[in-house]
């Protein structure tokens, strides 16, 4: 069996040519979560610990798998061979990285729902009433724990990359793994001293999205698959290049939905970054452009927890007429241009860059 390359010129099938099977990784890495965690649970101390295994596995029952997608395509782009199984270990453990970060992300900004069910600490809160505990104690029980699940989560993550990728390779993508996990933490502390605090400025909104999002979202995935297939220098600035407009795009999109999405298909309620005050391009734009009495408007209503449904109708409405959403949109259409011109002259065999057009796709436009 052949392919065409990007020459049109046909060449034989191998991993590095085979077009990489979307919903086949995320099956894939489910199986591996599935039986990876498993055995972590019956290996635990004891009953006790049930109620943060049947928590994570809750909250890993769902979400869109970007992260495993992004990791397998690079390995693809970097023209991985070999134990094919091994990159898909490292893919589930990013998974897991991911789900140590949304745990923490959920008890901060005390959020209650993710993806249509009680976030961890909500979960966790639950269970501890329902095992007999007092009511009185589940809040603060329900953080604390959230909190340790989150510290659980992430050590799991390094337990599965060691059975993975092995010795040698784990050694190699070390300090890309460093990178990714500090500058998520520094995402997370910028967006935490932005937060209740409405500002104009676009370009320090877009430093938090870079932290927070873009580079552990599709940066460091992509490129720690493309390390994993021994892939030089070429391919990793390329990966970059296609990986950072596309993370601020998926962010932005994110910041659109938390406003003006629909919470039966996004999974949690609207309204919650005006209700938090968070710092996100949408509102430094709308900030720009609004009318003064508008501008007094957001700067009294963004950040007020007890903000009514009314209330942030008219806050909307604000975001909508300043022409915030439309610009927004703009910047999204850009960024996904941008990245995928990278994949026109990328050193990717073809099979991989459509993958990662078929990738930015799904991260660009999407309703959750």
């Known amino acids: 069996m052949t392919v065409l390359d990007q020459t049109g010129k046909r060449r034989p099938v191998t991993s590095a040519t085979a077009l990489p099977d979307l919903p086949a990784v995320r099956d894939e890495v489910d199986a591996i979560l599935v039986d990876f965690l498993a055995k972590r649970a019956q290996a635990a101390p004891g009953p006790e610990m049930t109620p943060l295994f049947t928590t994570l596995s809750s909250l ?15 390995w693809y782009a970097g023209e991985g061979r070999g134990d094919r199984d091994r990159i898909l270990r490292m893919a589930a453990s990013l998974e897991l990285f991911h789900a140590f970060a949304l745990i923490h992300d959920d008890v901060m900004d005390r959020s209650d729902l993710r993806r249509g069910r009680p976030t961890a600490h909500h979960a966790l809160a639950t269970a501890y009433v329902a095992d007999g ?9 329900g953080l604390a724990a959230g909190l340790l699940l989150g510290d659980l989560v992430l050590t799991l993550s390094d ?9 040698e390779a784990t050694w190699q993508i070390q300090p890309l793994l460093e990178t990714m996990r500090s500058q998520l933490v520094y995402g997370q502390y910028l967006d935490l001293m932005a937060t209740g605090r409405p500002c104009d400025d676009i370009e320090a909104a877009l430093r938090i999205v870079r932290y927070k999002t873009a580079s552990y ?31 601020e795009a998926f962010q932005l999109r994110d910041d659109l939905l938390g406003v003006f999405g629909d919470p ?8 919650d970054d005006i209700r938090e ?15 003064a009495a ?31 959403r439309r610009q927004v949109e703009t910047m999204i259409t850009a960024r996904r241009h941008a990245a995928l011109t990278v994949l026109d002259r990328a050193p990717f065999p073809f099979p991989a860059a459509e993958a990662l057009r078929e990738i930015a796709g799904i991260a660009t436009v999407r309703q959750s």
Not at 264 to 271: D, E, F, H, L, N
């Open 60 to 74: 890993l029952d769902g979400g869109k798998r970007l992260r495993a997608h992004l990791c397998v395509t690079g």
């Open 133 to 141: 505990h007092p009511p009185r104690r589940a809040t603060a029980h």
């Open 159 to 167: 337990d599965l990359i060691r059975t993975g990728p092995g010795a």
């Open 217 to 247: 979202t599709v940066e460091w995935p992509l490129r720690i698959g493309a390390a994993l297939a021994g892939a030089g220098p070429d391919v990793h600035s390329a990966c970059s290049e296609f990986a950072i407009p596309l993370g």
């Open 264 to 271: 039966a298909k996004t999974g949690k309620p609207v309204g």
């Open 277 to 291: 005050g968070k710092a996100t391009v949408l509102m430094a734009l709308a900030l720009q452009s609004a009318s």
């Open 294 to 324: 508008d501008k007094r408007l957001l700067r009294t209503a963004v950040g007020n927890p007890d903000l009514s449904d009314e209330d942030f109708g008219r806050v909307r409405d604000v975001i909508e007429h300043s022409g915030a």
